[in-house]
């Protein structure tokens, strides 16, 4: 998607969950691409390692570990709750 329509994007998500800022004027927007922000994997790299370690009681959680997304904020936050769901697990 080029600018504008991320901005537009972003406008109707924002009308839907705050429907009075649709009286509000939008003066400028800026849409930032960070060209490194999701890493990849060199081919034969290890793979991400999982929220179960080998040692009881340690668990890994950050966009870096294998949730089945990207390393991204969204994959960052299903590895937090596959790592909290760990520990809850364990105390049981």
Wanted: charged fraction near 15%.
């Amino acid at each position: 998607m080029d600018n504008a329509a991320i901005t537009r994007e972003a406008i109707a998500h924002l009308m839907q969950a705050l429907p009075g800022a649709a009286s509000r004027t939008l003066v400028r927007s800026v849409v930032v691409r960070e060209q490194r922000a999701t890493f990849s994997l060199a081919p034969g790299a290890a793979p991400r390692p999982a929220a179960r370690t080998a040692v009881p009681g340690v668990y890994l959680a950050g966009d870096w570990t294998d949730t089945g997304l990207p390393g991204t904020i969204e994959g960052a936050v299903r590895s937090g709750h596959l790592a909290a769901g760990l520990v809850l697990e364990s105390l049981q």
